[in-house]
């Protein structure tokens, strides 16, 4: 087989396992949104049912890399095909990414992520390191010259 033909097959793989990701992450955003739900939802699951099959995937795509890397910007723009699949991947990820961040932000708010999960409460203050320097800069001492240094 053709490394275009394998890297078709393995885009096409690689987007139904990631529709298939899709759907569960938004039944659990459906689920989430529930008023009487209070149980975590199977999505955890699914991901971890998921996984390996996606690792598989994602590394028989990384070995196309090369190849598609290898081809002139001129030929690779003839390959509709592949690049419509590599968009449509992409495009899906996006998606995953943007309601995984959507879901947790309903679990955080209905207490149902363990303490140990949340992020430290230095990432939740937004003028942190700002704080961090002014406290170990005093406003101006550390940027102007003393009288001793100027002479």
Do not use: C, F
């Not at 699949?85 to 309903?106: K, T, Y």
């Not at 961090?132 to 002479?151: I, K």
């Amino acid at each position: 087989m053709n490394p275009e033909t394998q890297m078709t097959l393995d885009l096409r793989s690689h987007l139904a396992l990631n529709t298939d990701l899709l759907g569960h992450l938004e039944r659990e955003s459906q689920n989430l949104r529930q008023l009487e739900s209070d149980q975590p939802t199977s999505a955890a699951e699914a991901r971890r049912d998921v996984l390996p099959r996606l690792e598989e995937a994602l590394q028989r795509i990384r070995n196309h890399r090369s190849y598609w890397l290898s081809l002139s910007p001129e030929l690779r723009s003839t390959k509709h095909e592949i690049r419509d699949l590599l968009r449509q991947n992409q495009d899906l990820i996006m998606r995953m990414i943007l309601l995984d961040r959507e879901n947790e932000q309903l679990l955080l708010r209905r207490g149902l992520i363990p303490p140990k999960h949340l992020p430290p409460i230095q990432r939740q203050r937004p003028h942190y390191v700002a704080g961090l320097y002014q406290r170990h800069h005093p406003s101006g001492s550390a940027s102007q010259p003393t009288q001793d240094q100027t002479r």
